[in-house]
């Protein structure tokens, strides 16, 4: 392990409590949610959903959530609105969601791409589209959720900007990125110039797996704490409530 | 008042190449497939299709019917990327303006409404703005000031939708969850041919269900398809659900290979194709 990592003791992928790396992203999407209120969380991608329903069972109880279509339910299920995708993008305008996308590329600014690779006139690899990535970074703040961290995926240039970043935002009144995490860590802008910084290190990782993982240069803070612990009855939430069939570890393995 | 039921191939007959055409539905879902279906078997092509993609734009483009699509994305819900769809752009097959979900739907909006264009706060910043060099900016005229993309109106010659129920003057309900945007397609549309899984008389319509599925009204429609399966093989909730494997088939399948298997004879051949190997 690197010297700068203050990372845990880890044995064989885990960390000496128990806790898989699955579980710390599960935690680190969770927090996107914390004081939330009486918004839509839209996770996309299993580790963020897992994390934004034990956001709802912990700390972000009023949050609102979808059955994936047109539905408003519970936790157990129970409808209790309805959100059709004309009205969810009415609910992304008036702002009170804050969706966690998945990234195909992204950048130091938070440029995020799901589009295509290659010369947009021409790809080498069609993706989905651009999808609702440019009204989403105008309106709602937008967080990401990338579970393998590579310099394929922190591109120092992404091919076709979909998510708008801090550097091509000019400052627009609703466009906030909270936090990108991956498997490796948490990352946020809070530099002076909005570049992405490494905000917390999941237990186990070191400063140069991360380094050596991004394809730009990442700012470092002398003390990267690690990715927070969860408590026990968060565990316990995850690993029998929310997850019981251990679904997260085939997004991120142990 | 008229009776607009008509045959799929009717339906098809009033189309011409060149025409922009809007598909209704969204991905995977309620798609109006036997329509497409008839449209494959037609000459029809040269099209600008707008579409909330699925394995409608999919099976068009990889036909070659496709001269330039408008969307946000292709995709088969359960299989995130269109296999037929991707194969013909990375092939440079057609042109795409491509453009954010909710520009999309207020390009339908302002269609609608007759309006050139709406303002949208979606699209500054990113390269949907460098793709579609064509488009312009608008500035609030009040204190404000903020500028917005004006997104230009989605005007259409002919749309095709999917519904669960239609009488036979162009009527239409759905019962699934999500309406889309398919009233927004049949108004924003010249000519709207609706397809469903069943006509029925207009007072059936809301016997069982509340007034506020009546989704389509019928002076926005123009011929109505009875197509039981219609959607086959996207879902049309709640009279059937997707069927994964078929579209897993589908998209395994080389092109050529599905188009000569499945789409060479009538809808019935279809449906005896997809039963055989079922």
């Known amino acids: 392990m690197s010297g700068e990592s203050v990372s845990g003791e880890t044995v064989g992928g885990q960390s000496v409590s128990g806790v898989t790396r699955a579980e710390y992203c599960v935690i680190a999407c ?8 009486e918004i839509l969380a839209s996770p996309m991608g299993l580790i963020p959903s897992v994390g934004a329903r034990l956001a709802r069972h912990t700390f972000a109880p009023d949050l609102l959530m979808t059955d994936g279509e047109a539905l408003l339910v519970g936790l157990d299920g129970t409808v209790e609105g309805w959100l059709p995708y004309r009205q969810h993008l009415a609910l992304v305008t008036g702002g009170r969601r804050h969706v ?3 990234a195909s590329q992204i950048d130091r600014y938070g440029n995020q791409n799901i589009a295509c690779v290659g010369d947009w006139a021409r790809p080498t690899r069609q993706l989905l589209g651009v999808r609702g990535a440019p009204v989403n970074t105008l309106n709602n703040p937008t967080s990401y959720w990338i579970p393998r961290h590579s310099r394929r995926v922190f591109v120092e240039r992404v091919d076709m900007v979909c998510g708008v970043g801090y550097d091509r935002a000019a400052g627009a009144r609703h466009h906030r990125i909270p936090r990108v995490v991956s498997d490796l860590g948490v990352f946020d802008f809070a530099t002076p110039d909005r570049s992405m910084r490494l905000a917390s290190l999941h237990p186990g990782v070191s400063v140069e797996e991360v380094r ?5 240069a990442l700012v470092v803070p002398d003390e990267v704490p690690p990715t927070r612990e969860p408590t026990a009855a968060e ?5 029998e409530v929310i997850d019981p069939h251990g679904s997260r570890a085939r997004e991120v393995a142990a | 008042m008229s009776d607009k039921t008509m045959s799929a191939e009717e339906a098809v007959s009033r189309l011409r190449s060149g025409m922009t ?7 995977s879902r309620r798609k109006p497939m036997a329509l497409v279906r008839a449209l494959l078997r037609s000459e029809v092509t040269d099209l600008t299709v707008v579409s909330y993609g699925g394995p409608d734009v999919g ?5 070659g019917r496709i001269r330039e699509l408008v969307a946000a994305f292709v995709t088969l819900d359960s ?4 296999p037929h769809y991707r194969a013909a752009r990375e092939g440079g ?3 795409l303006t491509e453009i954010d979900e909710a520009m999309f739907m207020w390009g339908l909006h302002a269609a609608a409404n007759r309006l050139p264009f709406l303002p949208v706060r979606a699209g500054i910043g990113s390269d949907v703005m460098r793709v579609n060099p064509r488009l312009r900016t608008v500035t609030s005229p009040y204190e404000d000031g903020e500028t917005f993309v004006a997104v230009p109106a989605l005007r259409l010659d002919a749309a095709l939708v999917h519904v669960n129920r239609a009488d036979r003057l162009g009527n239409g309900q759905y019962l699934g969850p999500d309406p889309y945007f398919d009233d927004l397609f049949c108004e924003a549309a010249d000519e709207a041919y609706v397809s469903c899984e069943q006509i029925v008389d207009t007072a059936e319509l809301t016997k069982a269900a509340p007034p506020q599925s009546l989704l389509l009204k019928r002076h926005t429609v123009t011929g109505v398809v009875e197509a039981p399966n219609g959607a086959h093989f996207t879902s049309c909730a709640p009279d059937y659900g997707r069927d994964e494997a078929f579209q897993k088939r589908y998209a395994a399948t080389p092109w050529p290979q599905f188009a000569a298997r499945y789409l060479a004879g009538d809808e019935r051949a279809y449906r005896a194709a997809v039963e055989e190997e079922s």
Do not use: D, S
């Open chain 1, 100 to 102: 966690m996308m998945g």
């Open chain 2, 79 to 82: 299989i995130p990327l269109e």
């Open chain 1, 30 to 37: 969770a927090e996107a949610w914390r004081g939330a209120g």
């Open chain 1, 212 to 216: 050596e993982a991004t394809g730009f």
């Open chain 2, 59 to 63: 099976m068009l483009a990889a036909a």
């Open chain 2, 21 to 27: 055409l809007g598909i209704g539905g969204w991905g």
């Open chain 2, 93 to 95: 097959a057609f042109a």
């Open chain 1, 235 to 239: 565990l316990r939430l995850v690993r």
